[in-house]
């Protein structure tokens, strides 16, 4: 497949890569050599997705030169970088984010306009790229922005599924899941490099053999293998000429599989039999904190990786580099345990390929990785069966099983006697079944060891991996989640942004602290009425937006209070479901007057996976009683409900510039950190939420004034928890919420059928894992405490403008200041 490579002098290279001259002129001439060239249609006889696809070729032009540089820089100079390990990445659309970083909007938005053609029609053409499930994929996104951004070198490494997370539709209020055909139209932001392919083997079996020095190794013998062919995103730092890579895997079948299987004799057979290896990175697990131990999911697991650690180890350095040195070069970030495979397979390359001793393989090993962790929930931590682990990569487990044994010896030395401890620690479980514990083998192997907010590193520590701590507390840390300021403010909400540089110039967009700029003038009266307006004029765009897109027809006077993440019984949907059904109650009984009620918009935006039945059940609630309140002439201008299917980063961008209030009511301890909080706050909605993940953090910023607490607070949540915690005596005592529950028993939203939303009522009134009905009560004391400030215009203006000013530390180059100065170490290139 390697063609040879030609070598020129690099001022030969930077030559040929000059970038089209940024002026209208300069881009129209590229964007119609694109059209006619790249596409090959007139303009004449160009459709949308023609133009948009030469838009697209034709901003990346811009981007090129510098993007070859610092490949070839990162080549050339020993400079340190980082391996950013991520089954998924959230993208979201490149288009708009490359307009940005290029400074390119004004230019092509006239050069389109002398071509006839409008900038925002081409705009809505790209399909996001949906590689991933939620906070997770979209924190890696966000990160390898901000790295961009702050020219640290960086690889992103993941795989190119060919269909992302599911489009989600509703069918009678309930999901319905589509493949997401993002690559369908044509995929411009992707450079596919076959010739860096990797081969990437699976299963057979380990020998022992004597090597020609006289040791004793041990080889594997794969039982089959595909190739990984690489395919290059650009990302493009803000205005400073850095464009780092994200290297995406997609799996093909290799020639001698064909080979293998064409000989066997049926052609046809045989040909379906390579859509066996493509499978691998054919689709996203659309599973969000809840692993499935799936075999496929594995394979794609160890896939990406292995193919990351070649591509690093062996094509960006030499063949020959002195992999002693390989810390000085590179670090590479665990992003959960999805990528944890990892640490064997560098073993195995060290060890197996490189033939260094195992104890010089672990010291470099341990210096090349650290680890985040992003949950609390114990189902969340993946563990592999080690009767599949060992099938699918029997020379990792048995180097796992070595590097397990090596540390319990050193557990068992500290702590003579206590095999419980070491049954605790162990990296290898035996209950309920024998198993892997991914999290433990990052914990053993990395050098640091992080949480995402404060509180979430800190239950870390106490709850989910204490023992490890207390053995080695100093390799852990935490380091808070951050949203990237240029896609969440600047792009996503450019008329905040124009009054924000109006008042304080534009530095704030590489240095969100500079929003502290903005703090005195929350207290002038024509600034409060300015950021009036834009709230106004970003629920306007809201409310066209989702006309064209779902025909929903919203009102846009009403506070907009908005819950958008995952659907998850952690996240608690179900409480805020009880609160509008309170709401609905009140008038529909009489106790309220519609006139006392202070008019709101409630928007829903939510997936649940596939196999998650009690989320679905959730979905189809939410929509039930959304109809059940638009439907009812007693409500219209009061209360309204609206879901609007397939949540995404794009609807996001929309969404949250318009909202008033963020809903971010997980039950103490359960949410890591979250990212949306920080999104809405930063767009200047105020929070109502728990004393939960990076909300702690939040409240202590923008000031307790400007933020509504309520609920139990994690201990207090362990108390109840420990005392035996009984939701149905919270129904009995208290009538509004008995109400409520009772209303959604008796068929209110379910044409009178009791059956329908039994199981939702059941689960909660039973079980309520998460403690919902313990929450109500305060709940709806908050939720009060909101319509009383949202009477206040000007008061609540001016808490917002505060979330604004407050919130600068949240952005993810702080992050990545944090990572590294803590854990990675790495310098900025000039
Ligand atoms: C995921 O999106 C998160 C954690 C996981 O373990 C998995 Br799997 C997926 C989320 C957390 O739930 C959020 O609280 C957090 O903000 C986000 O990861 C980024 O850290």
């Given at each position: 497949?390697?063609?040879?490579?030609?070598?020129?002098?690099?001022?030969?290279?930077?030559?040929?890569?000059?970038?089209?001259?940024?002026?209208?002129?300069?881009f129209?001439?590229?964007f119609?050599?694109?059209?006619?060239?790249?596409?090959?249609?007139?303009?004449?006889?160009a459709t949308v997705n023609d133009q948009y696809l030469a838009l697209a070729r034709t901003v990346r032009?811009?981007?090129?030169?510098?993007?070859?540089?610092?490949?070839?820089?990162?080549?050339?100079?020993?400079?340190?970088?980082?391996?950013?390990?991520?089954?998924?990445?959230?993208l979201g659309r490149q288009l708009d984010n490359a307009l940005l970083a290029a400074?390119l909007e004004g230019v092509v938005t006239d050069g389109l306009a002398?071509c006839?053609l409008s900038l925002d029609t081409l705009r809505e053409q790209e399909e996001e790229p949906?590689?991933?499930?939620?906070?997770?994929?979209?924190?890696?996104?966000?990160?390898?922005?901000?790295?961009?951004?702050?020219?640290?070198?960086?690889?992103?490494?993941?795989?190119?599924?060919?269909?992302?997370?599911?489009?989600?539709?509703?069918?009678?209020?309930?999901?319905?899941?589509?493949?997401?055909?993002w690559?369908?139209l044509g995929s411009p932001w992707?450079?596919?490099?076959?010739?860096?392919?990797?081969?990437?083997?699976?299963?057979?079996?380990?020998?022992?053999?004597?090597?020609?020095?006289?040791?004793?190794?041990?080889?594997?013998?794969?039982?089959?293998?595909?190739?990984?062919?690489?395919?290059?995103?650009?990302?493009?730092?803000?205005?400073?000429?850095?464009?780092?890579?994200?290297?995406?895997?997609?799996?093909?079948?290799?020639?001698?599989?064909?080979?293998?299987?064409?000989?066997?004799?049926?052609?046809?057979?045989?040909?379906?039999?390579?859509?066996?290896?493509?499978?691998?990175?054919?689709?996203?697990?659309?599973?969000?904190?809840?692993?499935?131990?799936?075999?496929?999911?594995?394979?794609?697991?160890?896939?990406?990786?292995?193919?990351?650690?070649?591509?690093?180890?062996?094509?960006?350095?030499?063949?020959?580099?002195?992999?002693?040195?390989?810390?000085?070069?590179?670090?590479?970030?665990?992003?959960?345990?999805?990528?944890?495979?990892?640490?064997?397979?560098?073993?195995?390359?060290?060890?197996?390929?490189?033939?260094?001793?195992?104890?010089?393989?672990?010291?470099?090993?341990?210096?090349?990785?650290?680890?985040?962790?992003?949950?609390?929930?114990?189902?969340?931590?993946?563990?592999?069966?080690?009767?599949?682990?060992?099938?699918?990569?029997?020379?990792?487990?048995?180097?796992?099983?070595?590097?397990?044994?090596?540390?319990?010896?050193?557990?068992?030395?500290?702590?003579?006697?206590?095999?419980?401890?070491?049954?605790?620690?162990?990296?290898?479980?035996?209950?309920?079944?024998?198993?892997?514990?991914?999290?433990?083998?990052?914990?053993?192997?990395?050098?640091?060891?992080?949480?995402?907010?404060?509180?979430?590193?800190?239950?870390?520590?106490?709850?989910?991996?204490?023992?490890?701590?207390?053995?080695?507390?100093?390799?852990?840390?935490?380091?808070?989640?951050?949203?990237?300021?240029r896609r969440?403010?600047r792009h996503a909400n450019p008329?905040?942004?124009?009054?924000?540089?109006?008042?304080?110039?534009?530095?704030?967009?590489?240095?969100?602290?500079?929003?502290?700029?903005?703090?005195?003038?929350?207290?002038?009266?024509?600034?409060?009425?300015?950021?009036?307006?834009?709230?106004?004029?970003?629920?306007?765009r809201?409310?066209n937006l989702?006309?064209e897109r779902?025909?929903?027809?919203?009102?846009?006077?009403?506070?907009?209070?908005?819950?958008?993440?995952?659907?998850?019984?952690?996240?608690?949907?179900?409480?805020?479901?009880?609160?509008?059904?309170?709401?609905?109650?009140?008038?529909?009984?009489?106790?309220?007057?519609?006139?006392?009620?202070?008019?709101?918009?409630?928007?829903?935006?939510?997936?649940?996976?596939?196999?998650?039945?009690?989320?679905?059940?959730?979905?189809?609630?939410?929509?039930?009683?959304?109809?059940?309140?638009?439907?009812?002439?007693?409500?219209?201008?009061?209360?309204?409900?609206?879901?609007?299917?397939?949540?995404n980063v794009t609807l996001a961008e929309t969404?949250?510039?318009?909202?008033?209030?963020?809903?971010?009511?997980?039950?103490?301890?359960?949410?890591?950190?979250?990212?949306?909080?920080?999104?809405?706050?930063?767009?200047?909605?105020?929070?109502?939420?728990?004393?939960?993940?990076?909300?702690?953090?939040?409240?202590?910023?923008?000031?307790?004034?400007?933020?509504?607490?309520?609920?139990?607070?994690?201990?207090?949540?362990?108390?109840?928890?420990?005392?035996?915690?009984?939701?149905?005596?919270?129904?009995?005592?208290?009538?509004?919420?008995?109400?409520?529950?009772?209303?959604?028993?008796?068929?209110?939203?379910?044409?009178?059928?009791?059956?329908?939303?039994?199981?939702?009522?059941?689960?909660?009134?039973?079980?309520?894992?998460?403690?919902?009905?313990?929450?109500?009560?305060?709940?709806?004391?908050?939720?009060?405490?909101?319509?009383?400030?949202?009477?206040?215009?000007?008061?609540?203006?001016?808490?917002?403008?505060?979330?604004?000013?407050?919130?600068?530390?949240?952005?993810?180059?702080?992050?990545?200041?944090?990572?590294?100065?803590?854990?990675?170490?790495?310098?900025?290139?000039?």
């Amino acid at each position: 497949v390697k063609g040879p490579r030609s070598v020129p002098t690099h001022e030969r290279a930077l030559e040929a890569v000059r970038a089209p001259a940024a002026d209208v002129d300069g881009f129209v001439r590229e964007f119609l050599r694109e059209l006619n060239f790249g596409q090959g249609v007139s303009l004449a006889r160009a459709t949308v997705n023609d133009q948009y696809l030469a838009l697209a070729r034709t901003v990346r032009h811009y981007l090129m030169a510098r993007w070859l540089e610092a490949i070839a820089h990162q080549r050339r100079e020993p400079v340190k970088a980082v391996g950013y390990l991520s089954a998924e990445y959230l993208l979201g659309r490149q288009l708009d984010n490359a307009l940005l970083a290029a400074d390119l909007e004004g230019v092509v938005t006239d050069g389109l306009a002398q071509c006839g053609l409008s900038l925002d029609t081409l705009r809505e053409q790209e399909e996001e790229p949906g590689l991933g499930n939620g906070g997770l994929g979209r924190l890696a996104a966000c990160f390898i922005d901000s790295l961009a951004t702050l020219s640290v070198p960086c690889i992103g490494y993941g795989i190119r599924y060919e269909y992302g997370i599911f489009r989600q539709t509703f069918v009678d209020g309930r999901q319905v899941e589509q493949p997401d055909t993002w690559l369908a139209l044509g995929s411009p932001w992707e450079f596919p490099h076959p010739e860096s392919s990797q081969p990437v083997n699976f299963a057979g079996h380990t020998e022992t053999f004597v090597d020609d020095d006289g040791s004793e190794r041990t080889r594997w013998v794969p039982e089959w293998g595909v190739i990984g062919v690489p395919y290059n995103y650009m990302v493009p730092g803000y205005r400073n000429g850095r464009v780092n890579t994200l290297r995406l895997w997609s799996a093909q079948a290799t020639k001698a599989f064909d080979l293998s299987i064409f000989n066997g004799g049926d052609y046809v057979d045989a040909v379906r039999a390579q859509t066996f290896a493509e499978n691998i990175s054919k689709v996203l697990y659309p599973e969000d904190s809840t692993p499935q131990g799936k075999e496929l999911r594995l394979q794609q697991q160890y896939f990406f990786v292995a193919c990351s650690l070649a591509d690093f180890m062996f094509e960006v350095l030499d063949k020959d580099f002195d992999l002693t040195r390989l810390p000085e070069r590179i670090v590479f970030q665990l992003n959960d345990t999805h990528p944890v495979i990892a640490v064997p397979e560098m073993m195995r390359l060290l060890v197996d390929v490189k033939k260094l001793p195992w104890d010089q393989a672990w010291e470099i090993t341990r210096q090349c990785f650290n680890y985040t962790c992003h949950t609390l929930l114990p189902e969340a931590l993946e563990v592999w069966p080690v009767d599949l682990l060992r099938r699918l990569l029997p020379r990792h487990y048995e180097i796992i099983d070595r590097i397990n044994a090596e540390f319990l010896a050193d557990v068992r030395a500290r702590f003579p006697g206590d095999e419980m401890m070491v049954r605790r620690m162990s990296i290898i479980s035996d209950y309920p079944e024998r198993g892997v514990r991914m999290a433990h083998l990052a914990t053993v192997a990395s050098g640091r060891v992080n949480g995402v907010a404060e509180l979430h590193s800190q239950l870390l520590r106490d709850k989910v991996l204490p023992d490890f701590s207390r053995i080695w507390p100093e390799k852990f840390t935490n380091v808070t989640n951050g949203v990237t300021p240029r896609r969440f403010l600047r792009h996503a909400n450019p008329s905040l942004s124009g009054l924000i540089t109006e008042a304080i110039g534009d530095g704030w967009v590489t240095d969100l602290d500079k929003l502290q700029e903005l703090e005195p003038l929350a207290g002038d009266a024509s600034f409060r009425a300015r950021f009036r307006e834009v709230k106004r004029a970003n629920k306007s765009r809201l409310v066209n937006l989702l006309r064209e897109r779902d025909g929903y027809e919203l009102p846009v006077e009403p506070m907009l209070d908005v819950m958008v993440k995952r659907l998850h019984e952690y996240k608690r949907q179900s409480l805020k479901l009880l609160h509008i059904v309170t709401l609905y109650d009140r008038i529909a009984s009489g106790r309220v007057a519609a006139s006392q009620i202070q008019p709101r918009t409630f928007v829903f935006g939510a997936k649940a996976a596939p196999g998650y039945w009690m989320a679905k059940e959730t979905i189809h609630l939410i929509n039930a009683v959304a109809s059940t309140v638009n439907s009812d002439p007693a409500l219209e201008g009061v209360l309204h409900v609206a879901f609007p299917a397939n949540y995404n980063v794009t609807l996001a961008e929309t969404l949250i510039p318009a909202a008033d209030l963020s809903e971010q009511i997980s039950l103490a301890g359960k949410e890591a950190s979250g990212t949306g909080n920080m999104k809405f706050a930063l767009n200047g909605a105020l929070t109502i939420g728990t004393d939960d993940g990076a909300n702690v953090e939040i409240r202590r910023l923008v000031g307790e004034d400007n933020f509504f607490l309520f609920g139990l607070l994690e201990p207090e949540v362990a108390d109840l928890s420990a005392q035996g915690y009984v939701p149905s005596s919270f129904y009995e005592s208290d009538d509004e919420l008995k109400r409520a529950l009772d209303l959604i028993a008796a068929g209110a939203f379910s044409g009178g059928n009791p059956d329908t939303f039994a199981p939702v009522v059941s689960n909660l009134l039973h079980e309520d894992r998460f403690m919902a009905l313990a929450d109500y009560r305060a709940y709806l004391d908050a939720q009060a405490r909101v319509d009383a400030a949202y009477a206040d215009q000007d008061a609540w203006s001016r808490s917002a403008i505060l979330n604004v000013a407050r919130c600068g530390f949240f952005s993810s180059d702080r992050s990545m200041r944090d990572y590294i100065d803590r854990i990675w170490h790495t310098d900025p290139v000039s």
